[in-house]
């Protein structure tokens, strides 16, 4: 199938915004700065509407955009998407009015947690839509898990570039690079499986895709990078450990969403012949 | 109800009929199909092969696959008659239904933004007065109407004339329940699973 | 008259919410609010009801118009065979009828041949031009510097073209079908059984044996074993709606099997209980080896060869044909001699098994025969050594064992076996012989051996043969008589021919009365005579060739070269009332050249083709199908033949049978009635207007007007009562004479052995009677196998052998330009095995340069199982798209995928001068799609229909 971009944008964007936000609501827990939080949920915010915006250029017309959210109690794959980032949207939101219009710490822990889980869940359930049965290169939780993980390692870079821009080194008690790490861990998982689920010979089909994307630059770099971050002894300056894992893990979140179409067969494809009644060769 | 089409293999020629009727019918442009005619095979070595042709559209399912994901209702089940439809009003173009189908037999229509797909002509046959033009106009009678359900309808009248292993489906990896049912008798060719 | 209905399609394509209709409502049971809607708004739906002319096969369908305009064609349920059913060539035609390149006002040429510009004219010009142009030509050159060219099957002008070729006097007349459709195949059948059944012309009534097996309902009424065999014929392609429907009836409800001999897997094939992929051209092998193994295996019908067949009859070796009894007893009488002198029924000489003596053969019942003859035998007669017809097709057929067979025809023994078998054991059995002979140089003898396969086995009008006579007028009261061939009425007009069963001098009176009726006419009837046969003398080819007779037309390749040699003269001006000849008649480029030649070429179809825009001077547009009525196609189906009926009409197309009257009018005007051959010929086939072609049509089908026919949507045919439709046995029932009626053939009986065909070598009989033509060497009067001359056992240069076939999608040059058939099949396919394929680098959808001897075509590869390793097989083409306004560059659309630039005309059959389309040897090498051709279905959108708002317009004549 032909990559749908539009899609591919959407659920890394919105994936990597919502788990920026997870690293914002962490730092609530674990410490950080104040500066870094504000800036962090508001690229986070940023990422979820640009994200939605793409999703809008996958339709018809953006105006239909609005009939699927009146039909939000569908739950079909695409209102769950829907639903995920209308929470973040508001949790994110929320959290950033209510920091700045109060003190009370209560309110702000219980939007965090809501922000992780939301978070988390908006990187997760962007690939969950695609498990269905009449894609078998789909139909495995492995691709909700690399959607996921990439999302997760691109927002842990994303936050780390913040922190490296606005922040001190005393974030999440001086082990961000450890969360970093497991996120890019997390997130050569994800690849891991989805490739070993679709299968070599099928993914090597697209060759640059799954050498130079996924596995050169989405899994290999990714990790050395976030690596070097935790044992580097600090010779390589943050912002670069961070820059350049991001657009790394960036890439690979762009690869693996590519593969997923490129590799797409559907169940029987009845129509896929342009002429039609060429033979099929079976 | 559950209206659908039964297609004889054992009678089809494979001869293209159907696509140009429907096309015809349901004013589709060019690019643009409700079916298709696929050939399958030859299959063995020569001399020693067989064929046979698999029209395709729509396969009418009890449980879509293309229902369950279309996130603004657009494609629904009609309750009382069967038929699968889409709603081109409330059809959003997301086109996840054209990836949940099973059997690839849906089309996205760039200019009206919205999927389509085999309507069973329910301009002519909604009211019960005629039968989709693929089935009026084909050439070898091969193809049939009507109501699985109804044990009189023409489907189900011509299934009878044919022993349980001579009638096939189309493979159905998620409890879709097609209804579309396909005649092919083991003296003609064997049936292909195609997965 | 038309029924009105409300249409729902008229509001459903009008309204902008076109899809909401149907479901906004959210259920396809709740239409009421749509139902309020289009009331409001509706167009009233007439349903017309007419009959395709996409083909031969004249299926009858129903048409809707609204307002004028053809918004639906359907299958006619009520259709016998069809029920419903129709294929793409019909469905076809909503597109061809209002495309761009219909052809609405005649139209002269402005630019140079092939520039494809034009210039709108009237009628009357037009006219005015093309007789000025015969007339000139003839009054300069003489009358055979004119010609005219017909299509083929399915085309709307075929034998009629003598009308005006006699009108002037010539005698050329190129048919794209004729010596390459069907007319050897009726001159076997004709000769042979006395009948034009053209083996497979209306075969599915057979493969249904509507009479004793089933009713039109498709019950069975019997366990009888039915197998049906297809020798290259393609029913489910060339006749979907019609055969094709037949034989899924056939199989599926009344169990017939079948056995299929075609190089390709054919759909029948696929269906096929035995399929031999015969080698192209081998067939004639096959044939020789399915009559040894009948006649070895003693399986033959006994009764019906000694009795109803002249195998018995002992043959005079000098001669080679049957000796007549009174040869050899000057004094015999014959006791089946008709005493008042009008029919002629002769004896025979055999060898008679009761006395081991040569005897008098006399025609009778078998129960009645004086003799028990032995059909395959060697006895003196008059003290030479002679030998049965049996005997001498025994020997030919001697050395095809299965073994043999199967080496040159590229089978296994054992299949060949199967099939024979499985044929010879059915209770009923018939063979359905396609088109493939007549387009190879066996096209006389593969006929013959398939006549001799269901002679030996006694199925003639027997269940399922395709030797079968037709309704009542075959239940003689006589001896029956067969007149020449049935598109021969030309010969006829002029006093020549004899009638196979009638007397000598009962011939004579005929043909006395037809001379001396000219003659009451104040011309010299047998100078008229006279002139017509030195010009059947002088039709290019008719010497070498005398069975082109048989459809009054030329052979092809001597025309062609006394058009570019000049040699023994130069036709100059041509009148073509069909498509395209570069797409079906080749070599393509080779006719190029004649074309060149040509002073002025008059071409009437319409739309525009190939043809047209490489070669026409002046074109007049006729009408498409649904504008056109007529009663003239030889298809029935079963015992309906069907009239059809116009339903629409636009711009200034005209009634292919009118615009030859008004040209042929023209040029009497032009020439001066003294200066004609038959200043009224044109008449006689063709008609003034479409008032006079409707009214003789009605007359011919029975009503006192066109209108009073149509009166009556439901009852647009005649019909046959069905127990006098198809009755078996009939040559068993006693006739006036107190015998068996028997055949209408020379003999009486079945003629396996054909001593017609020998005599039309030596004298052009029966046509030139009571004249003789030259004489040629022989024609065989039997099945015999000769490799093709171009053969892929010893061509080291083209080492393929390659073939050519039907699709449903086209008939012969059709529907090239109709959008929704080409986006299905855009481009020919070369159908090859991927062993071949692999030998050359070619994958499947690969394009393909092809190459014979003659030139060179493409197609796009095709792998498939379906056809041997070195055998290809691919459709004739043409490339409307090649002359679009949308391209860069125009051509023609020739060459691009011409197929008939590779065949060839320089081996022909001796007989019929059928030139080699099929079974020759090409080259092929992988290549990039040809420029212009168009592949993608967006591609097609300049062909899509432009016409629809054109108003509905009156008949010009």
């Not at chain 1, 209560?106 to 962007?126: D, H, R, S, W």
């Not at chain 2, 044919?162 to 009638?167: D, G, L, R």
């Not at chain 3, 019909?90 to 009828?97: D, E, H, K, W």
């Not at chain 3, 009764?303 to 109803?308: H, L, T």
């Amino acid at each position: 199938m032909e990559i749908q971009w539009p899609l591919v944008l959407f659920s890394l964007l919105a994936g990597t915004g919502g788990s920026l936000f997870a690293f914002v609501g962490l730092s609530e827990f674990l410490g950080g700065s104040s500066k870094v939080r504000d800036a962090g949920s508001i690229v986070a915010i940023a990422l979820i509407v640009l994200g939605g915006c793409f999703s809008v250029l996958h339709l018809a017309s953006p105006l239909h955009a609005i009939s699927a959210v009146t039909n939000l109690l569908s739950f079909s794959g695409i209102s769950i998407e829907l639903m995920l980032l209308g929470a973040n949207f508001v949790v994110m939101l929320a959290y950033i009015l209510v920091r700045k219009r109060s003190n009370a710490t209560t309110p702000v822990k219980v939007l965090a947690v809501l922000g992780i889980a939301f978070g988390l869940m908006l990187g997760f359930f962007c690939g969950h839509g695609y498990v269905i049965d009449a894609q078998p290169t789909w139909n495995s939780e492995t691709l909700p898990l690399a959607y996921l993980g990439t999302s997760l390692a691109c927002g842990a870079f994303l936050y780390g570039t913040i922190v490296a821009l606005k922040g001190d080194e005393k974030e999440f008690g001086g082990k961000l690079g450890v969360f970093t790490l497991g996120a890019a861990v997390v997130g050569a998982i994800g690849l891991v499986a989805y490739v070993a689920f679709l299968g070599i010979d099928a993914a090597s089909s697209q060759a640059l895709v799954l050498w130079g994307g996924v596995v050169v630059l989405g899994i290999v770099a990714t990790l050395v990078i976030s690596g070097l971050g935790v044992f580097g002894g600090g010779k390589m300056p943050a912002i670069a450990v961070d820059v350049s894992g991001l657009v790394c893990a960036f890439v690979g979140g762009l690869a693996v969403r590519s593969l997923m179409w490129l590799c797409a067969t559907g169940y029987i494809d009845l129509f896929s012949h342009t002429v039609p009644s060429v033979m099929m060769n079976i | 109800m559950a209206y659908g089409l039964l297609i004889n293999l054992d009678r089809c020629s494979g001869c293209d009929s159907c696509i140009v009727a429907c096309k015809l019918e349901n004013d589709l442009p060019l690019g643009h199909f409700y079916n298709k005619v696929i050939a399958l095979g030859p299959t063995g070595t020569f001399p020693n092969v067989e064929k046979y042709w698999l029209p395709s559209q729509c396969q009418q399912c009890r449980n879509p696959q293309c229902v369950a994901v279309c996130p603004t209702g657009a494609s629904y089940r009609d309750e009382k008659t069967g038929y699968v439809l889409i709603d081109r009003e409330k059809c959003i173009g997301c086109r996840y239904c054209m990836y949940a189908c099973p059997y690839g037999v849906r089309e996205f229509n760039e200019e009206q933004g919205c999927v389509q797909k085999c309507t069973l002509c329910s301009q002519i046959t909604a009211d019960g007065s005629g039968v989709p033009a693929c089935v009026h106009n084909c050439n070898c009678g091969a193809r049939f109407f009507g109501d699985f359900d109804d044990p009189e309808s023409d489907v189900c009248k011509e299934m009878a004339k044919y022993p349980p292993e001579a009638i096939h489906s189309l493979p159905d990896p998620g409890d879709s329940q097609p209804v579309t049912r396909y005649i092919l008798s083991p003296k003609f060719a064997s049936w292909k699973e195609l997965v | 008259m038309e029924k009105a209905t409300i249409s729902r399609r008229g509001f459903v394509k009008g309204a902008a919410a076109a899809a909401a209709a149907l479901t906004a409502a959210g259920s396809v049971q709740l239409l009421e609010p749509a139902e309020e809607a289009y009331a409001a708004g509706s167009v009233e739906r007439v349903m017309h009801k007419t009959a395709c002319h996409g083909c031969t096969n004249c299926c009858p369908v129903r048409v809707y118009t609204e307002e004028g305009r053809v918004v639906k064609i359907e299958g006619d349920p009520d259709g016998p065979l069809n029920k419903g059913g129709i294929c793409l060539k019909c469905l076809g035609q909503m597109q061809t009828l209002y495309s761009p390149r219909h052809v609405l006002h005649p139209m002269k040429r402005v630019g140079e041949r092939g520039e494809n510009k034009w210039e709108a004219i009237s009628w009357d010009e037009a006219v005015d031009l093309a007789g000025e142009q015969i007339a000139t030509a003839v009054e300069k050159y003489g009358p055979y510097a004119y010609w005219s060219a017909r299509g083929g099957g399915g085309a709307y002008i075929e034998w009629e073209t003598w009308g005006m070729d006699y009108t002037v006097g010539g005698c050329n007349s190129l048919a794209s079908g004729a010596c390459q459709c069907a007319m050897p195949r009726d001159f076997v059948s004709t000769t042979s059984v006395g009948f034009n059944c053209c083996v497979d012309m209306d075969n599915v009534d057979r493969f249904v044996g509507i009479v004793d097996n089933a009713e039109l309902d498709g019950t069975r009424r019997d366990d009888s074993e039915r197998v049906f065999v297809m020798w290259g014929s393609q029913p489910s392609a060339s006749k979907a709606a019609h055969g094709g429907h037949g034989l899924a009836d056939a199989r599926s409800n009344l169990g017939v099997k079948s056995i299929v001999v075609d190089p390709y897997m054919t759909a029948d094939a696929v269906k096929a209980d035995v399929w031999l992929p015969v080698r192209p051209g081998s067939d004639t092998a096959l044939l020789l080896a399915w009559i040894r193994y009948i006649i070895d295996t003693k399986a033959y019908d006994e009764e019906f060869v000694k009795y109803w067949t002249n195998l018995p009859f002992l043959v005079n070796p000098e001669t080679k044909l049957p000796y007549k009894a009174e040869e050899v007893w000057p004094d015999y009488e014959n006791p089946a001699a008709d005493k008042n002198g009008v029919y002629d029924t002769p004896a025979y000489v055999c060898f008679d098994a009761r006395t081991n003596s040569v005897q008098p053969f006399p025609f009778s019942a078998p129960e009645d025969s004086p003799v028990d003859p032995v059909p395959f035998t060697t006895a003196k007669v008059n003290g030479v050594e002679s030998k049965t017809a049996g005997q001498i097709y025994w020997e030919e057929a001697e050395p095809w064992t299965l073994d043999a067979a199967a080496e040159t025809c590229w089978l296994e023994a054992d299949r060949i076996k199967e099939a024979l078998d499985l044929y010879i054991g059915a209770d009923w059995g018939g063979i359905s012989g396609g088109v493939f002979s007549d387009h190879q140089e066996c096209s006389s003898t593969a006929p013959l051996g398939m006549l001799a396969i269901d002679t030996l086995l006694g199925r003639i009008e027997t269940p399922l043969s395709a030797y079968q006579n037709h309704g009542p007028a075959s239940l003689t009261e006589d001896r029956p008589t067969s007149r020449l061939g049935a598109a021969s009425t030309s010969f006829e007009r002029y006093g020549l021919g004899w009638t196979a069963g009638l007397t000598k001098k009962e011939n004579d009176r005929l043909l006395d009365d037809i001379v001396a009726g000219w003659d009451a006419k104040g011309r010299d009837g047998e100078e008229m005579r006279r002139y017509f046969f030195q010009s059947k003398c002088d039709t290019l080819g008719a010497t070498a060739h005398k069975g082109i007779h048989q459809w009054q037309t030329c052979a092809p390749k001597e025309l062609r070269l006394a058009i570019t040699s000049g040699e023994p003269y130069r036709p100059r001006v041509m009148y073509e009332m069909s498509g395209n000849k570069y797409a079906v008649m080749g070599p393509a480029l080779e006719w190029k050249k004649a074309y060149d030649q040509q002073d002025f070429i008059i071409q009437q179809y319409p739309n525009m083709t190939s043809f047209t825009v490489q070669s026409v001077d002046l074109f007049l547009p006729t009408t498409e199908w649904l504008e056109y009525d007529s009663y003239e196609s030889p298809a029935t189906h079963f015992n309906r033949h069907y009239a059809r009926c116009h339903v629409t009409h636009l711009g200034e197309t005209v009634n292919p049978f009118v615009s030859p009257y008004q040209v042929g009018k023209s040029v009497v005007e032009h020439l001066g009635a003294e200066n004609c051959f038959d200043p009224d010929a044109f008449k006689v086939p063709f008609f003034e207007s479409s008032d006079a072609a409707r009214q003789a049509w009605a007359e011919q089908m029975g009503h006192a007007s066109w209108d009073e026919m149509i009166a009556d949507v439901d009852h647009r045919y005649t019909e046959t009562p069905i127990d006098e439709y198809m009755v078996y046995y009939q040559y068993k029932d006693k006739v006036s004479d107190g015998l068996p009626r028997g055949f209408a053939t020379l003999s009486r009986k079945v003629e396996a052995y054909s001593e017609s065909m020998l005599r039309l070598a030596r004298t052009g009989f029966p046509y030139m009677y009571p004249y003789e033509q030259e004489a040629c060497e022989d024609y065989t009067p039997i099945c015999v196998f000769k490799e093709p001359t171009e053969s892929p056992l010893t061509d080291t240069e083209y080492p393929l052998v390659i073939t050519t076939g039907r699709l449903p999608h086209f008939h012969h040059g059709t529907m090239r330009h109709a959008p929704f058939i080409r986006e299905v099949m855009p481009v020919p396919e070369l159908r090859i095995n991927p062993q071949t394929a692999a030998e050359y680098g070619i994958e499947h959808l690969d394009w393909v340069k092809i190459t014979s001897r003659r030139g060179s075509s493409h197609a796009r590869a095709y792998l498939t199982q379906g056809i041997a390793p070195g055998v290809l097989i691919t459709e004739r083409f043409w490339n409307p798209e090649c002359f679009d306004a949308s391209q860069e560059s125009i051509s023609p659309g020739i060459e691009e995928c011409g197929y008939n630039c590779m065949s060839a005309d320089e081996f022909q059959n001796p007989c019929f001068a059928t030139n080699s389309y099929r079974a020759f040897t090409v080259k092929i090498e992988k290549c990039e799609r040809p420029a212009r051709v168009w592949v993608e279905s967006e591609q097609f959108q300049p062909l899509m229909p432009t016409l629809q708002n054109e108003p509905v317009t009156e008949e010009v004549f």
